[in-house]
């Protein structure tokens, strides 16, 4: 009785070559390598069969799992059926395998747009997953779609809504020059920034399109879809400028906490979502959606918040201070759902009345030109400056930065240190009462 077992010879994660041994009741046992490839750990030897618990992935897709079982079963029915009454070589069973094979015809040619739509639409329908094998985050496919819009613009590719805002603003559309893979270089670049800087953006701003362009052109390559490698010299690097931001103190919180908005129901759940993450140091994707169930109590009886990031699946323990627990009391320990955009415009409003309204003189980056401006620190108030807020109050706490790294996710102290919005003045007034500085007064050199 013949039997047929296919299986790899690699102990590697990635796709490796297929091999098939033939045996039967003539002593014949052969051995050859079949043109399919599959990874090794997604193939019980034994059963013959692929595991049940697998994450598929954009290079072994479950679509290929299927098909490959599909092949196998043809493959040896095909033998099988071919072998009776005749005699069975390593040559023959060579034959029949490479003329069984049959590719799948080519697909039409991936233009670098065709790409861009398939990379986002997978990106969003979780088909396509990040290299932790996990989904990319809403916010990071808004992102894409962002840099998809401004790179068909730069095409001169545009919708009909789009048309019709420039012919009422009497602005002519760029001539349409569609581009693809080969067409990424360095005169691409340059060129792509000066679009962005005519239109008053800012580096930062600039530089997140930037590396949004290389990480589909890398995936694209990656695939076998081109060989360009602009993307990866140096000069063609994401570009940035440090940020000009706020954070509130301590006291400036406690006003805004204090400040009685009964009266003004919206404006009352904008301030208790932007306190929450002042007090916890959490974006605001994370800290606008606390329920009772991210909820626990410690052995030594203190509350707790457990949150797993949305942008980076991180997952963090926050412990619950007076103030805190006193908002989430407030709404049953499920926070309402609220817009930033909303929160945004009312928390500047908020801040205002709450009497934060100094003036700060900051710098800002937009279409490669510095400005000095001055603005009411309340009009500078954003969701984000709660992270910021909480991040800077419990370094200034005393709080050492590897434990608040632990509650705001930062995986190092040199991102985590953009975050401490503390000036020169603010950390003098803190080490002033540093044993070093206090020194001892009792023996003084003579």
Known sequence: MATIKFFTRSNVSTLAPVYMRFTNDRKANFIIRTPYRMPPDYWNVEKQEFNKIKLYTDAFTELDKVNIEGKFIELKQLIFKESVNRPVTKEWLLDLVNNSYQKEPPSAPNTLNQYIDRFISEAKN??????????????????????????????????????????????????????????????????????????????????????????????????????????????????????????????????????????????????????????????????SRINPENIRTLENGKRVIDLNQQKTGERVTIPIRHEL?????????????????????????????????????????????????????????????????????????????????????????????????VSKEETAMNLSSNAFFVGNPLKIAR
């Open 325 to 421: 627990e006193s908002i989430l009391k407030k709404y049953n320990y499920r926070l309402p759902k609220t817009y930033g955009q909303k929160v945004n415009k009312r928390i500047k409003d908020i801040a205002a009345d709450a009497g934060i309204t100094d003036m700060v003189e900051f710098e800002s980056n937009r279409g490669g030109m510095r400005f000095k401006t001055k603005a009411r620190k309340c009009d500078l108030v954003v969701t984000h400056t709660a992270r910021r807020s909480g991040c800077t109050n419990m370094y200034l706490a005393g709080i050492p930065s590897i434990d608040i790294m632990k509650i705001s996710g930062h995986k190092t102290e040199s991102e985590f240190l953009k975050y401490i919005r």
């Open 126 to 287: 979780g088909s396509r997953l990040t290299e932790k094998k996990s989904r990319f985050s809403y916010s990071y496919t808004h992102s894409l779609t962002g840099f998809q819009a401004q790179f068909n613009v730069y095409q001169g590719i545009y919708t009909d809504k789009q048309l019709e805002a420039l012919k009422e603003c009497g602005e002519t559309p760029r001539t349409r020059h569609v581009l693809n893979f080969d067409d990424i270089t360095i005169d691409f670049y340059n060129d792509f920034i000066r679009f962005f800087y005519g239109k008053k953006y800012s580096p930062n701003t600039v530089g997140k399109h930037i590396k949004s362009l290389k990480t589909i052109m890398q995936m694209a390559k990656d695939e076998g879809l081109h060989k360009n490698a602009e993307t990866t010299r140096r000069s063609f690097k994401s570009i940035s400028s440090p940020v000009e931001t706020i954070y509130l103190t301590e006291s400036e919180i406690q006003k805004i906490y204090e400040l009685k908005l009964s009266t003004l129901p919206e404006y009352d759940l904008a301030r208790d979502v932007f306190l929450v993450g002042c007090y916890t140091g959490q974006r605001f994707s994370d800290y």
